[in-house]
């Protein structure tokens, strides 16, 4: 049987014909006439043993050469530096168009080896075309410019080769380059997920999928695809070397791994120069070609992400063309969300791919997960495990760590518990009540929300707060009402655990409560308090939608990323009304949904955060502000009148703040004053502070200001308290193991030892 292949034909000066091979164009011969010379590729191809039989070998239809005029700008590198050389060159350069069985098209520079997309209807050149000679020639030399003058005249032809039943190509791989960038998928490498789980699991269906050519594998993040596609690539090579022992010795040849796991980064790291990556990347795919491996990526969003100035000159658009030629087969793991802003971006790379879609992890098969993982590690130890700990353990992370699907954030925690248990272990068995612990110290939720038999103090709560925020029972009040909320579950579970609204005046305790909260339901026995502060007044101007979401390197914004690092956090989004109108559209799916997608599709959950939003809207409506003054003003309705609809129903509370009288700034002053006894320099000396009214009144007198609140007290404390202090401490360097009163006298403060 033979089949039809598509070569170039070329006629260069010397009276010489060339015939090379469109699907691997390092294949090429020479000959008087093109008979001959077409004959003798069809010879060669042959003595390859490749299979020409093969579905990615007969896709290709026909052919048509053009040629169009570029401007090219020789240069050197000259110690490390680009060097232009001359005055830019005109030169007329080929390319060819292929069509492809399903209606596709792609095209090829023969001169630059480059295959690129047609994306453009009839013979109109294709402005990837530009991208592609713009790149290449970002670094030629006026001695490699001279190879790129084309022949006299080309056009492209079919050549008949004989098929192989059998066979794959023979060419010298590239196997210390592929190892540069990437590592070839061991038995090593593969999480643990053994047999009795792996029978629940899609692995035959997803076997096939990757052994006829690979494509994008669609799940939700921490649904266990690198697992699975890992496991599936050991299970094919083992099936190969099987299938490799069964041959005659002589005619084995060697076998090389068939599946190479990289990362973009990885893959361009360290070029510097415009064409350097496109030159490594096609180097790359040659070398996998070769071996007709597979190249393994770990996202389809970093395709998009990386390699130009936009999607239409990345990474992904330029393997593409490979990829629809059938040069290149690919296995890239994806989000829906990531698939979907991909298929916008650049859509010709989603239709060239198939798709294969995960589905979720059914409940039975991660407990059995985790309670054969929890084996494994204790495996050889006397240490045991109870039965309810697999179960314990998914009910604690399905509520608290709902930011990726399931068992991802199930199985770190289960091995940093094993971990923990084998080091501290007290008992011999690993019980569900240590379980409950250990998830308590590490996330930093207290155990009364995770235990059912613990019952909620809510006084308790309320009393904690108004401890750390003097003169707000009623925000205190409300705002513990989050803690019933997550004790019982009854929290939406496609919302953040509350979405709160705290409006009154400056300096009255809103910020205060804000970290409070997040010590109280996130930071036990943590030491730092998770909250992540956002300053909305730096998103003001129009179009701030955009840095909202990302830096100017266009990664994630820095607060984004402190809650993808740790979900379990309050999220205190401060002077909210100052935010551009385009900032509130992109908050309305986070207030709603829990979750924000970025234009490439990555997605940060918000699910297990609480969410404040401060503001000052309707102060002024109140009048001013001052010591014992009284405001009468329905914030609820301030801020629906302030805000569009959509918005506020998204809030579930709408706290108010009051006015802070004499005796808070007082109380506040004297909180402040006890917690000036616990800086180090006083401790160190044992040395205990006490002070009389006369110096509450003067703290409270200056510290206070009617547009500010309670904001300066921290300022006069330091001045008037700390200086005078630390110039006493320094003239009295014996001063220790004693109680030092704090007094004031005209003005001036005393300080006495006692």
Not at 594 to 600: A, E, K, P
């Amino acid at each position: 049987m033979s089949v039809g292949q598509l070569a170039l034909l070329s006629y260069s000066s010397n009276g010489i014909y060339t015939a090379q091979w469109l699907y691997k164009p390092q294949l090429q011969t020479l000959g008087p006439t093109p008979a001959i010379a077409r004959k003798r590729l069809a010879k060669l191809i042959s003595e390859k043993e490749i299979d020409v039989g093969s579905t990615i070998f007969r896709n290709w239809t026909d052919g048509v050469v053009f040629s169009k005029i570029f401007t090219v700008q020789p240069c050197r590198e000259v110690d490390g530096r680009r060097v232009l050389v001359g005055n830019p060159v005109a030169i007329p350069l080929r390319y060819v168009r292929v069509e492809h069985a399903n209606g596709q098209k792609s095209c090829y520079l023969p001169e630059l080896n480059v295959w690129t997309e047609w994306s453009t209807p009839g013979d109109s050149p294709p402005p990837e075309l530009e991208m592609a000679v713009r790149h290449r020639a970002s670094n030629v030399t006026p001695e490699k410019l001279q190879r790129w003058w084309p022949p006299l005249f080309s056009e492209v032809v079919k050549v008949t080769v004989k098929t192989k039943e059998r066979g794959t190509a023979q060419l010298e791989p590239r196997h210390e380059f592929l190892e540069e960038i990437a590592e070839p998928i061991k038995k090593k490498l593969v999480p643990f997920l053994p047999p009795d789980v792996r029978a629940t699991l899609p692995t035959r269906e997803l076997r096939e999928f990757m052994a006829t050519g690979g494509g994008i594998v669609v799940g939700e993040p921490g649904c266990g695809k690198s697992s699975l596609i890992a496991s599936v690539a050991v299970e094919i090579e083992a099936d190969r070397r099987a299938a490799r022992k069964k041959v005659h010795e002589l005619q084995r040849g060697r076998l090389y791994p068939k599946f190479w796991r990289t990362s973009i980064h990885r893959l361009i790291s360290g070029m510097m120069y415009l064409g350097q990556w496109q030159e490594r990347v096609e180097r790359f795919i040659q070398a996998l070609a070769n071996i007709e491996g597979f190249l393994v990526l770990d996202n389809l969003r970093d395709l998009v992400r990386y390699g130009g100035t936009s999607p239409r000159d990345s990474i992904a658009a330029f393997i593409t063309p490979f990829i629809r030629s059938g040069q290149l087969n690919v296995v890239v793991e994806s989000s829906p969300s990531e698939l979907d802003a991909v298929q916008q971006l650049v859509p010709g790379l989603v239709e060239a791919l198939p798709i294969f879609r995960m589905p979720e992890w059914p409940a039975t098969s991660e407990r059995l997960l985790l309670q054969r993982l929890v084996e494994h590690r204790l495996r050889e130890t006397k240490l045991s495990v109870q039965a309810e700990v697999p179960a314990t353990i998914q009910r604690l992370c399905r509520q608290f760590q709902s930011a990726t699907s399931p068992p991802s954030a199930t199985v770190r925690f289960t091995e940093k518990l094993v971990d923990q248990f084998r080091k501290t272990h007290v008992e011999t068995e690993l019980s569900a009540d240590e379980t409950v612990t250990q998830f308590s110290r590490l996330y930093g939720l207290p155990e009364v929300l995770l235990r059912d038999e613990l019952p909620l103090n809510r006084t308790e709560i309320v009393a904690g707060l108004m401890r750390e925020v003097i003169g707000q029972p009623r925000a205190c009040e409300t705002a513990a009402s989050v803690f019933s909320r997550i004790k019982t579950s009854l929290n939406d579970p496609g919302r953040p655990f509350a979405n709160m609204f705290f409006c009154g005046p400056t300096g009255v305790g809103k910020t205060q409560l804000a970290k409070a909260l997040a010590k109280a339901l996130f930071g036990y026995q943590q030491e730092k308090t998770p909250l992540v502060r956002v300053d909305m007044s730096e998103y003001s101007y129009p179009g701030a939608g955009s840095m909202f979401m990302q830096n100017s390197k266009g990664e994630p914004a820095s607060w984004l990323q402190q809650i993808r690092n740790r979900p379990l956090s309050v999220l205190l989004l401060d002077e909210i009304e100052k935010a551009s109108p385009d900032v509130f559209d992109v908050l309305l799916s986070l207030l709603d949904e829990g979750r924000l997608t970025d234009r490439f599709g990555l997605t940060t959950s918000f699910r297990s955060c609480v969410v404040i939003m401060t503001s000052n809207i309707g102060v002024r409506r109140g009048g001013s502000l001052g010591f014992g003054d009284l405001m009468d003003v329905d914030y609820a309705a301030e801020v629906k009148r302030s805000f569009r609809p959509e918005f506020f129903n998204r809030l579930d509370h709408v706290i108010p703040f009051a006015p802070l009288s004499y005796e808070v700034i007082a109380s506040i002053a004297a909180k402040e004053l006890a917690e000036l006894s616990d800086r180090e320099g006083l401790q160190r000396r044992n040395i205990r502070l006490d002070w009389t009214d006369r110096v509450l009144e003067k703290i409270a007198r200056v510290g206070f200001h009617p547009e500010l609140g309670a904001r300066p007290l921290q300022k006069a404390i330091e001045l008037a308290v700390v200086a005078p202090l630390s110039r006493w401490l320094i003239d009295h360097p014996s001063a220790a193991n004693c109680r030092v009163v704090l007094d004031m006298e005209d003005e001036q403060m005393v300080i006495v030892m006692e």
